[in-house]
């Protein structure tokens, strides 16, 4: 029997996708954003979503619309600096965060997606990420109602040299939700530029995985070494086309030099 995982609407692939359901969410900064899946959720109106990402977009973009809607209670996330409307919510109490550094993030999903149940790693020894105390969520007056807890380390030895390490638990997530560049029938993803870094390993990290793609092609069309994504991971597939809208965070130019 053909495999064929491809969906006829972003609304069709995520019409299962319940209130508090938990998320991994590709993206990075403004990149690779599922933004089709991303707007079907919104109109839907499923709230109480717990999501992991790298960030959560800005105040119009990526998942800062479905934040600006009161849909996400929960963001585990390590970088949050370019949304305002989060900073309001964590800081009255109307968000919960779960700050972490973004390689361990990156680890934790793809962990997750291994089978891998917990890893050891360097980063974080030493500070609140290890030691506990970091602020997940606020009370309305600013009083803290949760903080994180301290994580168990063990020494290893590095080239002969003792060292501390910090246990980190893997992430899956109930759906993954990802935006590619090219995809098959069969859901093997080829991702642009950016958008790689935490797409796969937030593919990998859902039960179930739907994937927004620019262009949709026949099994066989990808040459297996630019598969970037195998498609066992992946579970439904949406083509969007090429003529979708993609942001940047922060546009840097410089004025050209004058003539002589």
């Not at 993206?27 to 690779?32: K, W």
């Not at 093997?188 to 530029?193: E, M």
């Not at 069309?221 to 070494?225: G, H, K, L, Y």
């Given at each position: 029997m053909a495999i064929d995982k491809t969906y006829g609407s972003a609304a069709e692939a995520v019409a299962d996708i319940q209130d508090g359901a938990t998320l991994a969410v590709g993206?990075?900064?403004?990149?690779?954003n599922p933004m089709a899946l991303i707007r079907a959720l919104e109109e839907?109106?499923?709230?109480?979503?717990?999501?992991v990402s790298n960030n959560c977009g800005v105040d119009d973009w990526g998942l800062g619309l479905l934040l600006r809607n009161g849909q996400i209670d929960k963001m585990t996330s390590s970088y949050v600096g370019e949304n305002k409307e989060f900073e309001r919510r964590y800081l009255t109490g109307e968000l919960e965060l779960e700050l972490t550094p973004q390689g361990t993030l990156a680890e934790k999903l793809r962990a997750g997606g291994s089978g891998i149940a917990a890893f050891y790693t360097r980063t974080g020894v030493g500070t609140q990420v290890q030691e506990g105390g970091l602020p997940q969520l606020y009370n309305a007056d600013g009083t803290v109602a949760k903080a994180s807890a301290p994580k168990p380390t063990a020494t290893f030895d590095v080239d002969g040299v003792p060292k501390e390490f910090v246990l980190e638990e893997a992430i899956t997530t109930d759906f993954a939700l990802v935006h590619a560049l090219r995809g098959d029938r069969h859901g093997?993803?080829?991702?642009?530029?950016?958008?790689?870094?935490f797409s796969p390993p937030a593919a990998m990290a859902g039960r179930i995985c739907i994937a927004q793609v620019e262009e949709l092609v026949e099994p066989g069309?990808?040459?297996?070494?630019a598969v970037h994504l195998p498609g066992v991971f992946v579970h439904r597939?949406?083509?969007?086309?090429?003529?979708?809208e993609k942001r940047i965070e922060r546009r840097t130019v410089t004025e050209a030099a004058e003539e002589a």
């Open positions: 993206g990075f900064g403004l990149s690779g839907r109106g499923v709230k109480h979503l717990k999501v093997n993803l080829v991702f642009n530029k950016a958008a790689r870094q069309e990808i040459d297996p070494d597939i949406v083509e969007v086309g090429h003529d979708i």
